[in-house]
């Protein structure tokens, strides 16, 4: 089995590690770091990058590789995306998961609140995610937001989560925000998704190359999609990308974004075709579940995936202190 210990256990001699890899990034895993003193400590969850381990609670743990006295991959559960735990434990799970797959230029945790910035037009790198309680007042909360984002130059947003942060929805209505846009986070499991069709050619980057840009125009989150190892896929007719999409995979979940066809080709299988690839390296990665963020006014999108069987996990408001074009 992958990840397995390759340094005999606490008592024995301790031989050189292999650490986790690029390949591992995303996936859960169980780290035990020896200091130099002897003493020990074991950090548990997802791997961010090949120094840090992000716990539950949303806190990143650095550790140095060379300390590493073993480590595994933990095993994904085979649950069906997006049930098992109560609605809070699943919505901060999966918002997590979304953010760190998008991750902004500056972030900043208040509580359990994480405040974005990043340059260019993006809703989500440039807004406040809560993923739990403020650690005062929601009122306080929300002046933070005002107070961060003046320093960093962006229009205050808050991305709220629904059901599950109602109470701050109202608030942020009551003092005259207005909402820019409202998603649904969709979801899957893996398996159910069959394989693309085995004649369409398709091909997959590291990362977001010209041919893949080309099917959605100019991209402003191109510098934000390569600050996480992701899979672009791409369905080619004629020689020329006419479909693509993104995937990324952190805390055992497949995060799908930037699906685009291009015009000529919309209505013929391509939109399908893209998700089917997606799906094909979450099931190559071993990940069972998939989720995507959809704006709930993209009814011909919302259509594609109620028919490759992605249902309704949640949804959320993207809401801002003052009007402004913002693209997500």
Not at 128 to 134: E, I, N, S, T, V
Not at 161 to 178: F, I, M, N, R, Y
Not at 183 to 205: A, K
Request: glycine share 10%.
């Amino acid at each position: 089995m992958d990840g397995l210990p390759l340094a005999a256990d606490v008592g024995q001699s301790l031989t050189t590690v292999t650490p986790p890899s690029a390949v591992d990034i995303g996936r859960r895993v169980s780290i035990r770091i020896v200091a130099a003193d002897g003493s020990s400590r074991d950090l548990v969850g997802m791997l961010t990058d090949l120094i840090t381990v992000r716990g539950r609670d949303g806190s990143g743990m650095p550790f140095d590789p060379a300390a590493i006295s073993h480590w595994r991959l933990i095993p994904e559960r085979a649950a069906r995306a997006g049930m098992g735990a109560p609605l809070s434990v699943r919505v901060r799970e999966l918002e997590a998961a979304a953010a760190a797959t998008w991750p902004a230029e500056v972030s900043v945790m208040y509580g359990d609140w994480l405040l974005r910035a990043s340059s260019g037009i993006t809703q989500r790198a440039n807004s406040a995610l809560p993923l739990g309680k403020p650690p005062g007042a929601i009122e306080q909360g929300i002046a933070r937001v005002i107070e961060f984002s003046g320093a960093e130059g962006i229009t205050p947003a808050i991305q709220v989560p629904l059901p599950t942060c109602a109470e701050l929805d109202q608030v942020v209505g009551s003092l005259g925000w207005a909402v820019r846009s409202e998603n649904h986070v969709l979801v899957h499991d893996t398996r159910s998704l069959e394989l693309p069709d085995p004649g369409l050619v398709i091909r997959h980057d590291g990362e977001p190359t010209d041919d893949w840009q080309s099917v959605q125009g100019p991209d402003e989150a191109a510098s934000i999609m390569r600050r996480y190892p992701a899979d672009y896929a791409s369905v080619w007719v004629d020689g020329r990308a006419v479909g693509a999409g993104r995937i990324a995979i952190a805390d055992g979940w497949g995060i799908i974004s930037r699906v685009f066809v291009s015009e000529e080709h919309r209505g013929r299988g391509m939109g399908a075709a893209v998700m089917r690839a997606l799906a094909a390296t979450a099931q190559g990665a071993r990940i069972e579940r998939l989720a995507l963020q959809v704006n709930a006014d993209n009814a011909a999108a919302l259509r594609l995936y109620a028919r490759l069987g992605f249902r309704r996990h949640h949804r959320y408001r993207h809401w801002v202190l003052a009007e402004q074009e913002i693209a997500d």
